[in-house]
């Protein structure tokens, strides 16, 4: 049973680079160098061969502790938004699915869906398509953030395909009684930033649902469509090992089977006659393949995530900032000889710099640092303005603003609601007179409870509280900076940072308000890691040459180079939009006539 043992162990790490002490071929070290320089003893690439934990093979089981078989043209391993889309695609179109998932139940987190050029948006009167300068203007940008490192043969797909895998799902989810809405988009007064409502989220007649809370609906509405016709998704069964060309874990041929193990311990292999779909969510709880694979986001977070949780993961797990699953599928697929994702892999950092209302923008007002100062132009999309956090002192920072802000807008438009300007005075007020946790923090529980609201009938008493809660804030430097800000705004001239004059607003009303944020609680979260395996633009998973391995294909978050440098929401809902339902959709259709 020496399978089972290997499914949760890995190897001990070897100090911060994370290698397990175990080599290739022991006989292939070589002595240690000596620094010329320094004359201090250090390992090369040539002195010893190591890998990393997750590179080395769990052992397979043997043939008699195999309890079951089943076969299907296609067999998809996971039950999140990807996997499901491509297998109710894939049987719609006449493909023989079936699924199995380590999570007991269909699992997803969000809502928000991306499509440029739906039947809803035409609906609701929204000119926004594939050909339209706004689409071609966000796109480039997008392509900037990502310094063209991303797979544009996939954006491209996306971008053609979108109104229509949107207009299905649509169809879909309202035989099961779920309808559509659009988030606010982003208006950026550079212009820079521009986005239509193109972010597609569903509810239930109830209202529940939407952009935070719609997606563990969408699966479900997925989940029951598929076994009502005949579908079988068999739960509480996770994937250990592919077989290649007859081999466990085989380095040649076609990828023809997977075998997993019941939570009841009894293993179980599934043939694939034609393709096996690799949807198992992303890496972030692999200690090891944060390290090697993102370093960048290890190294902020390595103290956040929660690594035990790898030994016995949670596969039901919904919305969370400390790390979500540990791999599966692109461990098993390295395992076979497939190649990683050419570029590093991008973090979904959630959230962003104080906010006085959650939209997909920034607070148009003053941002300061603990130091008291402005530390950026405050009119970035929320994406982007959370990365620009962890440059700070201490990854903190705070706002301050007051009651005639609220009047800036005839109305707010929120997620899911739109509030008056007296309205959202009151939210203000409640917020700051709720105790410390007992809110959530982007749909999921506050974890570590401090007061990050705040309400004074002064700038000064408003200050004052901030500082009780957060010593390091320098008080007066913030003054400073407030009457600087508010000095900006009468001349109609930002000479820090260039606002344009158009939001640029004094903070002179009482009462005055603030909020705080705190390095992966309520700014800058961590939600997941993006990509994985080399894949191509027909979803096949790729070695290192780039040749495509027969069988193999792949979709959803673990896509390799769909994304690149940090997931910034320039355009939002872009990954359920994106690789969870067009590529994924396009997959489905196309497996069902190989």
Not at 46 to 71: A, G, H, Q, R
Request: charge should be negative.
């Amino acid at each position: 049973m020496g399978g089972a043992a290997a499914v949760g162990g890995t190897a001990a790490l070897a100090g911060l680079a994370g290698c397990s002490p175990e080599t290739k071929e022991e006989e292939a070290a070589t002595t240690p160098t000596a620094n010329a320089v320094s004359g201090d003893t250090v390992l090369t690439a040539d002195s010893l061969d190591m890998k990393w934990s997750f590179e080395i093979p769990m052992d397979p089981v043997s043939d008699d502790e195999i309890v079951e078989t089943y076969t299907a043209d296609i067999v998809i391993v996971g039950s999140g938004p990807s996997g499901l889309c491509t297998a109710v695609s894939c049987q719609e179109s006449g493909g023989d699915v079936r699924m199995l998932s380590a999570s007991s139940h269909p699992v997803a987190r969000g809502g928000s869906n991306t499509a440029i050029g739906s039947k809803y948006q035409k609906e609701v009167g929204i000119d926004f398509d594939k050909d339209s300068p706004l689409c071609d203007h966000l796109f480039k940008v997008e392509e900037i953030s990502g310094a063209y490192l991303q797979n544009q043969k996939l954006w491209a797909k996306w971008r053609n395909a979108s109104a229509e895998s949107m207009d299905w799902m649509i169809d879909i989810m309202a035989t099961k009684g779920l309808h559509p809405g659009l988030e606010p988009g982003y208006w950026d007064p550079d212009g820079i930033l521009d986005a239509p409502q193109a972010s597609h989220n569903f509810y239930a007649e109830d209202g529940s649902g939407g952009a935070l809370e719609g997606a563990p609906m969408i699966v479900q509405a997925y989940a029951d469509i598929f076994t009502e016709k005949g579908g079988t998704i068999d739960y509480d069964t996770r994937a250990l090992y592919l077989i290649r060309g007859g081999q466990p874990n085989g380095q040649s041929g076609r990828v023809e089977a997977v075998v997993a193990q019941r939570q009841d311990g009894s293993y179980v292999k599934y043939v694939a006659n034609k393709a096996i779909v690799l949807a198992t969510g992303d890496f972030s709880l692999n200690r090891d393949m944060m390290a090697k694979y993102a370093p960048w986001t290890y190294k902020i977070y390595k103290d956040v995530i929660t690594w035990d949780w790898a030994e016995a993961p949670n596969f039901d797990i919904t919305l969370n900032y400390t790390g979500l699953y540990p791999g599966d599928g692109q461990k098993m697929g390295l395992w076979i000889g497939a190649a990683w994702q050419k570029n590093p892999n991008a973090p979904m950092i959630n959230s962003a710099v104080p906010a006085v209302d959650f939209t997909q923008g920034n607070c148009w007002g003053i941002n300061l640092d603990e130091t008291g100062h402005r530390f950026q132009n405050e009119t970035v999309n929320f994406g982007h303005g959370g990365v620009a956090l962890l440059n700070l002192p201490n990854k903190f920072a705070f706002t301050v603003w007051d009651s005639d802000y609220a009047r800036t807008r005839e109305v707010w438009d929120m997620f899911g609601m739109t509030l008056t300007p007296d309205q959202m005075i009151a939210s203000w007020e409640d917020a700051a007179a709720a105790e410390p946790g007992s809110g959530m923090i982007l749909g999921a529980p506050d974890p570590n409870p401090l007061k990050t609201r705040f309400r004074g009938d002064t700038i000064d008493e408003v200050l004052a509280q901030i500082k009780e809660v957060y010593p390091n804030v320098d008080v007066e430097a913030a003054k400073e900076s407030i009457a600087n800000y508010t000095k900006y705004a009468k001349q109609g001239n930002d000479d820090e940072f260039h606002v344009k004059a158009e939001v640029l607003y004094p903070i002179e009303t009482g009462p005055f308000f603030g909020a705080c944020t705190r390095f992966s609680v309520s700014s800058s979260t961590f939600l997941t890691i993006c990509g994985g395996l080399r894949t191509n633009d027909k979803m096949q998973v790729c070695a290192e040459d780039d040749s495509p391995i027969e069988g193999l294909y792949n979709t959803g978050i673990m896509t390799g180079d769909f994304y690149a440098t940090t997931y910034n929401f320039v355009i939002p809902g872009q990954n359920m939009g994106g690789v969870c339902c067009t590529l994924s959709y396009l997959l489905g259709r196309d497996l069902a006539t190989l």
